[in-house]
């Protein structure tokens, strides 16, 4: 047999734009977003090593709207990753594969992500925190 | 007529090149960070504030620090993981792929051994700053 003439895999852009590819890119954009936020985590680490004066320079950053919009867009990725990454660990042991399944626990992830970010950052508020 | 098995051909030919032993590592370091993460996550939340006496006091106690520690070193291992995999699903060309792959593996050993070592110095280092 030819290998030339098999049949491919259908590649990205053949597939219709729906709930499971979206909340898998989104997966990967989070986690991405994450990354970034490991540096953040990092800067804020190593300032706590550097004393009072460095972590008030860094809490300063954080403070600033432009670290609290970013802290508030980490939020989101962190428990939309989570939660998706629940799902992608079920799958992986072959639970939850039907497609209302898959359904619902895409919407549940995306929508609780959302709720536990505002849920967070309402508190903080409420507290006075920022 | 090629005298090797179909698995030995199609053996390295995925995007990353070799096995399965980078999707374990994911899914291990993914469990590990489901209570580590959430812990790290209420806790700062739970202090009652976040300036530095108060993180500071709360790092560096042992059981803080440890599970401090273990979370960075999760968390490094599992973005690097993830981080690779996007570069070798989407950047095509030796060159930069091969870069870009080294850059990334350069600053994650930079991330996560400041930060080891920032959690260190709170915790042995000298109190009175």
Redesign the interface.
């Known amino acids: 047999m030819p290998a030339r003439n098999r049949p491919l895999s259908p590649h990205l852009q053949i597939y219709r734009w729906q709930i499971g590819n979206s909340l898998s890119i989104l997966h990967r954009l989070t986690g991405i977003a994450l990354a970034l936020g490991l540096a953040a985590l990092s800067f804020w680490l190593i300032s706590l090593a550097g004393g009072e004066e460095r972590y008030r320079a860094a809490a300063r950053v954080f403070a600033s709207p432009v670290g609290v919009l970013l802290l508030i867009g980490w939020t989101f990725a962190f428990f939309y990753h989570l939660l998706n990454g629940v799902r992608h660990l079920c799958w992986d042991l072959g639970v939850g594969y039907e497609r209302t399944q898959r359904h619902l626990s895409g919407w549940f992830a995306v929508l609780a992500a959302l709720g536990l970010t505002l849920w967070v950052w309402l508190a903080l508020w409420h507290f006075g925190r920022i | 007529m090629s005298l090797r098995s179909p698995l030995g051909r199609v053996l390295g030919h995925g995007s990353a090149g070799h096995g399965s032993g980078q999707w374990w590592a994911q ?1 291990v370091s ?2 590990a960070l ?1 209570p580590l ?2 812990w790290f ?1 209420y806790s700062l ?1 739970a202090l009652p ?4 006496g108060a ?2 006091t709360w ?1 560096a106690l042992p059981r803080n620090g440890f599970l ?1 520690a273990l979370l ?1 070193a999760a ?2 291992y599992h ?1 690097y993981l ?2 690779i995999e ?1 570069v070798e699903d989407w950047v095509h060309g030796t060159a930069m792929k091969l870069g870009l792959l080294l850059l990334l593996r350069f600053m994650y050993v930079l ?1 996560g051994g ?2 080891l ?3 260190l ?2 915790a042995f ?1 000298n109190q009175a ?1």
């Open positions: 899914r993914a469990a489901i993460a959430l996550f939340l504030a976040l300036d530095f993180a500071h790092l401090a960075v968390l490094t973005s993830g981080t996007v991330i400041a930060s070592y920032a959690i110095q709170v280092g700053s």
